[in-house]
């Protein structure tokens, strides 16, 4: 996960980059960027209004259904 920072180690792996050359941007400051910074990454805080946050969560909705009907188990990774 992002906020562990496993996902960081992770996306470096895949793809055979050092932490350190990673550039990362999110909107959540403790989980985009602090454990970007604490995994050694580069991270810069990218504030969105509450209004694309509702949004975005009804986007989300939207589409975990679509997958969940098509069979694609989304439980454990799509916040709705």
């Known amino acids: 996960s992002k906020r562990s920072g496993t996902a960081f180690a992770a996306a470096a792996e895949a793809l055979d980059v050092a ?3 990673i550039f990362h ?3 959540n400051h ?6 970007a ?4 990454c580069h991270a810069l ?22 997958l969940q009907q098509r069979g694609i188990r989304t439980n454990g ?3 709705a």
């Open 19 to 21: 932490l350190g050359d």
């Open 25 to 27: 941007i999110g909107d």
């Open 45 to 66: 805080h990218f504030p969105i209004l509450r209004a694309e946050r509702v949004r975005r969560s009804i986007d989300l909705a939207c589409v975990t259904k679509e």
């Open 37 to 40: 910074q604490t995994a050694g």
């Open 30 to 35: 403790d989980v985009d960027v602090a454990a």
């Open 77 to 79: 990774w799509a916040k």
